[in-house]
């Protein structure tokens, strides 16, 4: 039996046992899906019916505008989303017409342009009950060299995240607050030997080609969404992946920690005075994992020090400014806390260490004043470098963090590390990401649309990496200005708490923890916090 017959075997009981959530009418009966089946085995090439494939050719660049707009707005949140569904609802409609008057359509018909153009409809469809039914119809059509492998992976993708389960190929992507979020993957480790598997391009190649396309930046969701789909309690456990007998996942893909306590970085702002407030207590804090009340097991007032990278950018956009940004690099330095340890790191095309971590502030302002550079921005290279080979080891003793001084504007062509690998590294680690950002847009006289867009994502991206890490975002309008951002980071820091618990829940099994820090005593106050981990 080949693997897509095993395919269609397995997606078959898990599809066929869920329940549609939608209120809409069933397009096809039992008897009109097997219909279709029957007569595409039996069909006779047909010729060319240029009507049809238009018409299905433009319902899907209808729907792909709709989803462009989605991306690049400016419209409002329930407005694009009422323009995306009201799309999909009435090519569902066109659709199920279709698929009564002509049967599925073949290649000779259509074109194979047209076939795909047809299983886009279907996956994208709002009934899961048609893709479960028309699932058989796309894998003949595939036999009949109709259409290529990958079309099945995607709709498989499609339907296992509508069911709430991570995707076996990485196919399926959604737009969430003016992100690329990809869903998350069944045993990621081999999902580039299952994509060849059905002639799908390297997983790495994909990601970059889809942010190109939309101009987005890509990131990895952090848990499964939740089902569009109920699936019976009486659906086996047999999985697609077994019947494709992949590997084990390698250890070498998972992060192990040597101890269980999960350490967090807060900082705590005062909502009245705009301020970050440093007087608080253990009592005042409670801390939660996926809703759950932890006990706080550690918990170090503002003066445990730091160990402090900075991470300045050095590419063409700061040419010129060598000496100012040498001047602030040295203020940094003397501003901080003596028991702050420092190092200093600069990159355009290639990442340099200047100084490593130490405390010898002689050495430090020496290596400041030999800053040299330009180039390209390689930030997310840069950024993953710090983490990997910079920062030093998590001790209690001593909190980490990354200062980084840029304009975000990244070159993804140059880059070895993409900004959804980088992100995923952020949230398996414990350091504070701060980033600076650098606005040289208004140095830019004649920036095009595209042009701009680049800039907003470069201000999203950094934010993120700071929310997610659970860090403070600054922006400084001109290098000039450098020195008064240092002076508010460095007191920022000095108000940074370091609290620790043990999970209630001991499973390590990799799935993400969503964790809150609250502050019950005091609503004039807001936590700042890493959102959660993977319990590995």
């Known amino acids: 039996m080949t693997s897509i017959v095993r395919l269609l075997l397995v997606v078959m009981v898990v599809s066929v046992a869920s329940v549609s959530l939608f209120a809409q009418s069933k397009c096809l009966s039992p008897d009109e899906a097997k219909a279709l089946l029957t007569q595409l085995d039996s069909r006779q090439d047909k010729t060319l019916n240029k009507k049809l494939r238009e018409e299905v050719l433009k319902l899907v660049s209808r729907s792909e505008r709709a989803i462009h707009r989605a991306v690049e707005g400016p ?100 737009i969430i607050n003016g992100f690329l979020v990809l869903a998350p993957i069944e045993s990621e480790a081999q999902v580039d030997v299952r994509r060849k598997q059905f002639g799908l391009i390297p997983m790495a190649q994909y990601l970059l080609d ?61 909502n009245k005075l705009k301020s970050f407030v440093g007087m608080l207590e253990k009592k005042d804090f409670k801390v939660f994992e996926d809703g ?53 790191v600069t990159f355009s095309d290639t990442t340099e260490v200047a100084c490593p971590l130490t405390a010898d502030r002689a050495r430090l302002i020496e290596s400041a004043k030999r800053i040299e550079g330009s180039g390209g ?80 994502n470069a201000r999203k991206m950094l934010a993120l990496l700071a929310r997610e890490s659970g860090g403070p975002f600054y922006k400084a309008r001109k290098i000039e200005d450098l020195n008064g951002v240092y002076d508010q980071v460095i007191n920022d820091l000095g108000k940074v708490y370091s609290l620790g618990y043990k999970p209630t829940n001991e499973k390590r099994d990799g799935s993400w923890r969503e964790v809150q820090v609250q502050i019950p005593d005091r609503p004039d106050l807001s936590a700042r916090f890493r959102p959660g981990y993977y319990a590995n």
């Not at 886009?120 to 699932?135: E, G, K, T």
């Not at 991470?311 to 001047?327: E, F, M, N, W």
């Open 210 to 270: 889809l942010q190109r396309r939309y101009q987005t930046p890509l990131i990895k969701a952090v848990a499964p969404s939740q089902p569009l789909v109920s699936l019976s309690k009486n659906s086996p456990d047999r999985t697609i992946e077994n019947e494709l007998d992949p590997t084990a996942v390698d250890e070498g893909d998972i992060i192990r920690v040597d101890t269980s306590l999960v350490s967090l970085n807060v900082s705590v702002f005062n």
């Open 75 to 174: 419209i409002t949140k329930d407005a694009l989303r009422k323009h995306v569904e009201e799309a999909r609802e009435e090519n569902n409609v066109r659709l199920c017409q279709i698929l009564k008057e002509f049967g599925w359509p073949t290649s000779a018909e259509v074109g194979k342009d047209g076939v795909r153009a047809m299983i886009y409809l279907v996956r994208n469809s709002l009934q899961p009950d048609l893709q479960a039914d028309l699932l058989p119809v796309i894998i003949a059509a595939v036999k009949r060299g109709d259409t290529e492998k990958a079309e099945v992976a995607d709709m498989v993708d499609r339907m296992r995240v509508d069911s709430g389960r991570k995707q076996l190929f990485g196919t399926q992507v959604k």
């Open 292 to 344: 759950h009340e932890e006990s706080i097991a550690y918990f170090a007032t503002t003066d445990v020090p730091f160990d402090l990278v900075l991470l300045i950018d050095l590419s063409g956009s700061t040419a010129g400014k060598r000496d100012l940004i040498r001047k602030s690099t040295q203020r940094f330095i003397e501003a901080a806390r003596p028991a702050d340890r420092l190092a200093i």
């Open 377 to 456: 921005t390689r930030l997310w290279d840069a950024l993953k470098f710090t983490l990997d080979r910079v920062i030093g080891p998590k001790t209690l003793g001593r909190r980490r963090a990354i200062v980084v001084m840029t304009d975000g504007v990244d070159n993804p062509q140059g880059d070895i590390t993409s900004f959804a690998d980088l992100l995923e590294a952020v949230r398996k680690s414990d350091e504070l990401i701060i980033p600076i950002y650098l606005d040289t847009e208004p140095d830019n006289d004649f920036l095009s649309r595209f042009g701009q867009r680049i800039y907003e």
